[in-house]
């Protein structure tokens, strides 16, 4: 693999696309979480009160809290997984090109030997 593309200006823009992104998504993680806890509190506000209809809101506020978080970790990981697919074909690239576009189907990169020295 070439290791020189982690210093190219193409690697540090996509990292840096990355570190944008996972900062979005911690974003978004402690706006969930600050709902959530309000939403908690709010429910113990109206239990304190008794009216059912904010409770039921609260209720359905935090069911879709926790639905939205469930969504945002699938993306995130998406994310990441992208991000490493998208470094290691990079990498790969320069192998590519070397083996004139060969490369993943089934070659190698020296030949293999072939002749009369088998083991007996």
Do not use: W
């Amino acid at each position: 693999m070439d290791m020189k593309f982690k210093t190219t200006k193409e690697y540090k823009k996509i990292k840096r696309n990355f570190i944008f992104l996972n900062l979005c998504f911690g974003f978004c993680y402690f706006l969930i979480f600050i709902c959530s806890g309000f939403c908690i509190d709010f429910i113990i506000f109206s239990l304190n009160v008794g009216d059912i209809i904010y409770i039921l809101i609260s209720f359905f506020c935090l069911i879709a809290s926790v639905s939205f978080l469930s969504l945002l970790i699938i993306g995130h990981i998406i994310q990441v997984k992208e991000f490493r697919v998208t470094v290691f074909k990079k990498q790969l690239l320069p192998l590519e090109i070397i083996n004139n576009g060969v490369l993943g189907k089934g070659t190698m990169l020296r030949p293999v030997r072939r002749g009369d020295d088998k083991i007996e």
